[in-house]
């Protein structure tokens, strides 16, 4: 069956300081994942499409990858989720600055909309119309974001609404779903970044 590949971006300077979303660059680590990926997905892999998000971390996330055969496309749908008037904070930064807020994302966090921004719900509508095009008979890698991965996965999964915030999504691996049987066989290849 078809085999749809996701991988998280590579570690970004955000991550390193735990800053929720922004359009960071990736750190000399993120860019090693992104050299042994891009090893990885020309020497063994047979991928007709990469789609990436349009930030700069999912771009160089995938800039190893040769694009003689495997066409790339950056899909606006794919960004990671919008934190509105919290975008660039850290967890502790927005915490501190609006204890309710952050309260109320702890007790809801699939339902909480980021004021200006939006919430896992908004995210996994936003991303529906994609999953059509990203179920195709053609091999294809997906470069984007965690909250964005645990919405496809909850999909292919079908997992409770209720987990989709809370799904583990290892970073520095590859996700690989391969249909078969009427179901998403889900494998993880960690690499050693
Ligand atoms: O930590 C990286 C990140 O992609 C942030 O940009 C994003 O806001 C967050 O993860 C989503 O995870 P959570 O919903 O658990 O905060």
Not at 29 to 48: C, D, M, P, T, W
Not at 81 to 106: C, M, V, W
């Amino acid at each position: 069956g078809r085999i749809l590949y996701l991988t998280r971006h590579g570690e970004s300077m955000y991550n390193l300081e735990n800053r929720i979303g922004g359009n960071p660059s990736l750190t000399d680590r993120g860019h090693e994942y992104a050299l042994q990926l891009g090893g990885y997905v020309n020497g063994k892999l047979r991928i007709s499409q990469v789609w990436t998000s349009q930030l700069i971390r999912t771009l160089q996330t995938s800039a190893y990858i040769q694009d003689i055969e495997t066409k790339r496309i950056q899909k606006p749908e794919l960004n990671e989720i919008l934190s509105g008037i919290f975008d660039h904070l850290t967890y502790e930064e927005f915490k501190a600055q609006n204890p309710k807020e952050y309260r109320q994302r702890e007790l809801n966090k699939l339902t909480y909309q980021y004021p200006s921004g939006e919430s896992y719900l908004d995210l996994c509508s936003r991303i529906e119309p994609i999953m059509q095009a990203m179920d195709t008979k053609e091999n294809l890698l997906v470069v984007c974001h965690q909250a964005v991965i645990r919405c496809i996965l909850a999909r292919f999964q079908r997992k409770a609404a209720i987990e989709i915030p809370y799904i583990k999504v290892p970073s520095h691996s590859l996700i690989k779903l391969t249909w078969v049987d009427g179901k998403n066989l889900m494998e993880v290849i960690p690499f050693d970044v």
